[in-house]
């Protein structure tokens, strides 16, 4: 094959690429606008486009995790009344089929600014909110947030690697000391979500065995007692690299993976 040719090749396929990367972006994105507008304007049939039916919201109240059932979140929006707030869209990311976003609204009457921290899943082709937790400030407060120093990224950190090296060498106190014990794992399975029980997850890990799995952390996002992370995970013996977002929210001055979705391919691509 001439070079022209292989050139051209390697351009289409980054093109189509690019091409593929940016639709999908514009998919979470229409979700995330259904989410920012609906609430804004008081559109429940937009908010049930942009959650799955069984999505819940999570917050910390008093030191304590407090559950908001979605159904009830939608139903408490009044049809056609417009509320005073104001959405944005802070980051996006997105691998194969699982994704998170992050999302501040500004309330002008109250003076306070929420942040939003989302797990999505493409179901049956159309991207969907799994589930939120919240972190809600006074508008000045956002600025001291962010000056903070780098000691809640260190406890962050702390949490995602007993995850990570918990796992790896099957130590069930150190999943104990990462994950919150109500959590579940959310994933795409034939096109239908999937769910794994927290617990079940857990007995995989009580064995002894230590796994072939490389683990290291992406990336964080944090505001307050409220988190985001990505983290990818080396499997060498299967040749596949798993993806895996996961919320985080601080309890009783610990943080705790709440929720955790997850993606994989093949190692490479």
């Not at 090749?9 to 979470?28: C, G, H, M, R």
């Not at 962010?146 to 106190?173: C, M, V």
């Not at 001055?253 to 929720?259: G, N, S, T, V």
């Amino acid at each position: 094959m001439k070079k022209s040719n292989i050139l051209l090749l390697v351009l289409t396929f980054i093109w189509n690429f690019e091409i593929n990367a940016q639709s999908e972006i514009e998919q979470i994105n229409t979700t995330l606008q259904h989410y920012i507008e609906g609430t804004a304007n008081g559109a429940p049939e937009r908010l049930k486009k942009a959650f799955h039916k069984d999505f819940k919201l999570f917050i910390v109240d008093s030191d304590t995790l407090k559950i908001i059932d979605g159904k009830g979140y939608i139903e408490r929006v009044e049809k056609s009344k417009k509320y005073n707030r104001i959405g944005k869209i802070i980051t996006i990311d997105y691998e194969n089929d699982a994704a998170s976003a992050k999302i501040e609204v500004y309330f002008p009457d109250r003076n306070r600014i929420a942040t939003d921290y989302l797990l999505l899943l493409k179901i049956k082709g159309k991207w969907k909110i799994l589930h939120k937790i919240i972190n809600l400030n006074t508008f000045e407060k956002v600025a001291d947030l962010q000056a903070k120093n780098t000691l809640e990224i260190d406890n962050i950190n702390k949490a995602l690697l007993h995850y990570i090296e918990g796992t790896a060498n099957s130590d069930p106190a150190r999943l104990d000391n990462a994950f919150h014990k109500d959590f579940n794992l959310y994933y795409i399975k034939k096109d239908t979500l999937g769910i794994i029980p927290g617990k079940k997850y857990m007995t995989n890990f009580t064995n002894g065995k230590t796994y072939n799995r490389i683990g290291k952390v992406v990336s964080i996002d944090y505001e307050d007692d409220a988190g985001l992370a990505k983290i990818q995970v080396l499997m060498p013996d299967r040749d596949r690299v798993a993806i895996d977002y996961l919320l985080l929210l601080k309890i009783k001055e610990e943080w705790k993976i709440i929720h955790k979705s997850f993606t994989s391919k093949t190692y490479g691509k």
